[in-house]
């Protein structure tokens, strides 16, 4: 019988948390296990394994990046909801530390929550884009570069990959701004 008020979103969440705590790559069902206080098979009771307790691990952190997202852009255009957004997800980065990677998985397609989070997240870049002009296969192009730019950026500020004396604020800063301009001064191949 599962324990009492343990569910599979209570064990996400918990995994969420736990995550943040020790690292992404560190979460493991025995931790988590250990955690909720339960045996490590009685787990298995509210999630499959460690491959789907990370595919609902990814899904809860693209709804939350999504949602952070989709406010900072709230009442915003241009470069104004561009430096808002990236912002937003800087900032998500840097307080869930250990969920953000996992918010990179790709969703599964059998997973609809993940789906639907990982399209409101896109939905915020592209409404952005739209600002710009950028539609089509160039609002493609330009959100792929919009995610690797911020996802690049926070992952080296992360692994304390910027050693250089100056201030990171002000590096990322110019990162917005340079894609402000690119997106301002667009080409279509």
Do not use: C, N
Request: without cysteine.
């Amino acid at each position: 019988m599962p324990r009492a008020g343990l569910t599979p979103a209570t064990v996400v969440r918990a995994a969420a948390v736990l995550a943040d705590e020790v690292g992404y790559h560190r979460l493991t069902l025995a931790a988590l296990a250990g955690r909720l206080g339960v045996a490590l098979p009685s787990l298995y009771k509210h999630v499959r394994g460690a491959d789907a307790l990370d595919q609902q691990l990814a899904a809860l952190a693209v709804g939350e990046l999504a949602e952070a997202m989709t406010a900072a852009a709230a009442g915003r255009s241009g470069a104004d909801a561009l430096r808002a957004v990236a912002g937003a997800w800087r900032d998500y980065a840097h307080r869930h530390p250990g969920r953000y990677p996992a918010a990179q998985r790709v969703p599964a397609a059998d997973d609809p929550e993940h789906v639907a989070a990982g399209e409101r997240a896109l939905g915020a870049v592209y409404a952005i884009l739209r600002g710009y002009g950028l539609t089509g296969d160039d609002a493609v192009d330009a959100a792929r570069i919009f995610r690797s730019a911020v996802h690049g950026f926070v992952t080296l500020e992360a692994a304390g990959g910027f050693g250089l004396p100056r201030g990171i604020d002000r590096s990322f800063d110019q990162l917005v701004a340079t894609l402000d301009t690119a997106y301002r001064d667009w080409r279509s191949a």
